[in-house]
């Protein structure tokens, strides 16, 4: 099989277990970061907080992008800079809430005028001034998965446009809040760049806004959701990072002393991870072949939730011919298939499968569904 992956070094290990490859993890963080120039990047920790995975997050000096209290928690543990991290999320409780002012977190991206007001009064009872940025929902189609697109006016996030006004005039009023920046995300999975582009017109048109109403902004943050190669993971195994950059770099009107941030998430990880399976059994079906492998959904959910495909590789079938397989996984649910028509090399019980670009929202997205276990890590 033409595969990067190192093979033998795989063979030995109980499956299913999620590989991944720290060196192309590490190519890949430090492209981003000479790509990035002074844009800063924060990884976004929802991708996957395996704490290795993190360590060398950490190691190389991103920051980080966090949705809950416990990613809050993780990212510091692994060496993260309390005000590298910044707090995100539509819900946040107010428990979390007080667990980042306490932890001085860079700053919290808020959604909405409630939040600022409650976030307020939890800073002001504990004599703290909250650093706040404006998660702003530019409704922009970022042409995703409707699942993952998140800049669309329909969607939950963010504070609409027509109430951004609102939103800042709010901080600037409260004495326990302080205006850190605006903050956007329009989706995930973006492959084109044109959405990066409406973007940043977006961005200039509301920054020039409120500074004619007197209102500096020292950082935009563009979000995640450059996208990466499903199809050919061996073939474009680093993300077209100078692109990106470059949508920004020539988009954005930047004012001296504004700074740019991101938080990818997927770009970072997405290709350093596969999910290691066995073949259980190869099931004659009605005019079908099934391979039924032993990892599945609850090992990687994407294909049964999004309809995402990843590539499927058979590892160790030496056979020169090829066959047709739905590929599917052993939980008690039909939409547990990562592929339908698959063709594969011939396949049989006991060959060894990779699901390919698994490390962005494969273990993060983990389950105990049907009382299975969580299936472990390797790293090379
Ligand atoms: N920033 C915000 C505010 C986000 O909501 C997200 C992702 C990111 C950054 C990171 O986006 P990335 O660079 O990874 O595209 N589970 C889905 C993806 C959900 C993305 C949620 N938000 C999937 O497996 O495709």
Redesign the pocket.
Known sequence: MNTTLPVSELSGHPTPFYFYDLGLLRRTIATARAEAGDITIHY?V??NYNPVILGEIAAAGLGA?C?SGAEVGEAIKAGIPAEAIMF?GVGKTDAEIIQALEAGVGCL?VESVEELQVIAALAAERGLVAPVAL?VNPDIDAHT?E??T?GLEENK?GIDMRRLDAAADYVAATPSLSLRGL?F?I????TVFEPFDVLCERINGLVAGLEARGIAIDNINV?????IDYDDPDGNPIPPFAAYFAAFRRGLKLRPGQQVHC?????IVGQCGSLISRVLYVKEGVGKRFVIADAGMTELI?PA??G?HHLIQNLTSTSARTEVYDVVGPVCESSDCFGTDERLPLTQRGDLLAFRSAG??GEA?ASHYNCRSLAPAVYC
């Open positions: 976004a929802k991708a992008d949705v995100a991206n998660r998965h699942y993952i998140t996030f903050h995300h989706g995930s999975q973006i979000g995640g959701g450059l996208g938080e990818l998430g997927r770009a994407r939730l999004y995402a962005a929202y997205m």
